[in-house]
């Protein structure tokens, strides 16, 4: 099954990023704390980290695209167990 990873919310004030550049590609195996993603807000840049171990297996946005926060960025293939 997929697990959706979404864009978190760092802090008050901040309702959205900008993907300023994905660190994985789609069929890469990440692990559970691995950097995904670095994201800009009004603030700081961020990394997103995977919240499951398993393979990258869609991006749902793409480099320079502006997400609000929560919406779905990418989905993994979580490992079974």
């Known amino acids: ?6 864009l978190p919310k760092w802090g008050m004030g901040i309702d959205e990023g900008t993907i300023v550049r994905w660190l994985k590609t789609v069929g890469d195996r990440v692990e559970i704390g691995e950097p995904l993603v670095e994201v800009e807000t009004a603030k700081a840049t961020q990394e997103v980290e995977s919240p499951v171990s398993g393979t990258l297996i869609e991006l749902l946005v793409a480099q320079g ?8 960025i990418a989905l993994i293939e979580e490992d079974d167990g």
């Open 65 to 72: 695209d502006v997400v609000e926060i929560n919406n779905d």
């Open 1 to 6: 099954m997929a697990f959706r990873v979404n």
